[in-house]
């Protein structure tokens, strides 16, 4: 659907199953149109892999795709969402990261499913791998999957509040990059970063504003502000630093297809005039690191103000 400038409807982060989420690239793309968004971002965890089924499918149903990514970082041993967009994927020293990131997620599978193992519960490694067979790395949610599908337990969230979280009976810690090293790596690659829902699920407020003041002076390009896991008393705070800041604030749904529930397409939306300040500082980007960065073509009557 095209927009009027005045409902320009933009989601900025969403899963396929190149990553943890269920529909494909391109399915996806298909679900926002019919949903009638005018732009969305397809953001797999700490991989681009997706990329080009989904810039195809944009073309094929006239939603413009702006290619992104949500990278697993550290932030002095908080767990943060960093989601990076316009960059170019081909940057060596992103690779290594990323490579490293993946690695770190597939490699931790068989000890986590081991450990369900000796808790009494008839899961093989078959049960996990049939459910990743798109994606760029095996993780928790399709050790979630396939205890749903045993009937060990009724939902992905149950899986992880049992078993699967940080301090569950199955857990193991993996590899995070550093949140400082992922932002100027995402800046050299031509990209601009925002963290993913600063504060969500912890109410710890943390990283401080103080603390996204200095990721701002490594480059930080905006925080997510508007999603399902801040309520109304976190969104108005982290909108007034992103005011204070001079960050970009946006706003999306998290959709994971039917892996997560109460995140469908278009649930939070980013204003035009965000992301066109986006796609400005992804230029200027662009042009500090000489890399060239993907572009986004926006539907025929869509401007951004
Ligand atoms: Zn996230
Ligand atoms: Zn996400």
């Not at 953001?43 to 195809?56: L, M, Q, R, S, Y």
């Not at 969402?81 to 994927?89: N, S």
């Not at 508007?226 to 630093?241: C, F, T, V």
Request: proline share 6%; net charge negative.
């Amino acid at each position: 659907m095209v927009g009027s400038l005045a409902c320009v409807r933009i989601d900025l982060h969403t899963h396929s199953r190149v990553s943890d989420g269920t529909d494909s690239p391109a399915e996806l793309v298909a679900a926002a149109a019919a949903s009638g968004l005018d732009v969305v971002a397809l953001t797999d965890h700490d991989t681009t892999a997706g990329w080009p089924e989904a810039i195809a499918a944009g073309a094929e149903h006239g939603v413009a795709v702006v290619p992104g990514i949500e990278i697993s970082t550290d932030y002095h041993g908080t767990s943060v969402h960093l989601l990076g967009y316009l960059l170019d994927p081909t940057l060596p020293e992103l690779n290594v990261e990323l490579d490293r990131i993946l690695a770190g997620r597939s490699a931790r599978v068989p000890t986590m499913i081991a450990r369900l193992q000796a808790l009494g519960i008839e899961i093989t490694a078959e049960d996990v791998y049939a459910r990743s067979t798109e994606a760029a790395a095996t993780g928790r949610p399709h050790i979630a999957d396939a205890l749903v599908a045993l009937g060990v337990v009724g939902h992905r969230d149950e899986a992880f509040d049992r078993y699967l979280a940080w301090g569950r009976p199955a857990y193991v810690d993996r590899y995070a990059a550093p949140l400082e090293t992922m932002v100027e790596l995402i800046a050299r690659a031509g990209g601009v970063s925002v963290i993913a829902h600063p504060w969500g699920r912890s109410s710890r407020r943390e990283p401080s504003a103080a603390r996204i003041a200095a990721l701002t002076e490594l480059g930080l390009a905006g925080i997510e502000v508007d999603h399902q896991d801040h309520d109304d008393a976190a969104r108005a705070q982290l909108r007034a630093i992103a005011r204070d800041l001079d960050l970009v604030a946006t706003g999306s749904s998290d959709y994971h297809g039917t892996g997560k529930t109460g995140h469908a397409l278009g649930v939070n939306t980013t204003a035009p005039s965000e992301l066109r300040r986006l796609l400005e500082r992804a230029a200027a980007a662009s042009a500090a690191s000489g890399r060239p960065t993907p572009s986004v073509t926006l539907p025929p009557g869509v401007v951004l103000p």
